[in-house]
């Protein structure tokens, strides 16, 4: 059973940068498709970026240009670099596994939150 802890968010105005990490145990991350989501309030959780297992990136166009994700399999954390961050990212963010021919996640972390505001 892989569990997923997210750390790195917070409050953050307006331009400024994150960076989200996600940790993991009892498995190894490097056979998973690795995907990074995020829910604001009254919205639905929405799909944000994603790297597979050879290190190929896809992002939302909302944030491309902004967030970069990456991947350490040796310390088996996951990373998303957000850069010039904008009021409409707030939301907490979340990591979630899944194999590489599965379309559902199979694992998520508990999130964590980031508010951009000034």
């Known amino acids: 059973q892989v569990q997923l802890v997210e750390s790195g968010g917070g409050l953050v105005q307006p331009g400024g940068s994150l960076r989200l990490s996600c940790a993991a145990s009892?498995?190894?991350?490097?056979?998973?498709?690795m995907g990074w989501h995020r829910q604001a309030p009254g919205k639905q959780r929405e799909w944000v970026a994603r790297?597979?297992?050879?290190?190929?990136?896809n992002y939302r166009d909302s944030v491309k240009g902004r967030f970069t994700i990456s991947r350490d399999n040796a310390k088996n954390t996951v990373y998303l670099q957000m850069n010039t961050l904008k009021p409409e990212d707030t939301a907490v963010y979340y990591c979630?596994?899944?194999?590489?021919?599965?379309?559902?996640?199979?694992?998520w972390g508990q999130g964590t939150q980031v508010t951009v505001s000034s």
């Open positions: 979630g596994a899944r194999g590489a021919s599965s379309r559902d996640y199979d694992y």
């Open positions: 009892g498995g190894s991350l490097s056979s998973y498709v």
């Open positions: 790297i597979t297992t050879d290190g190929s990136t």
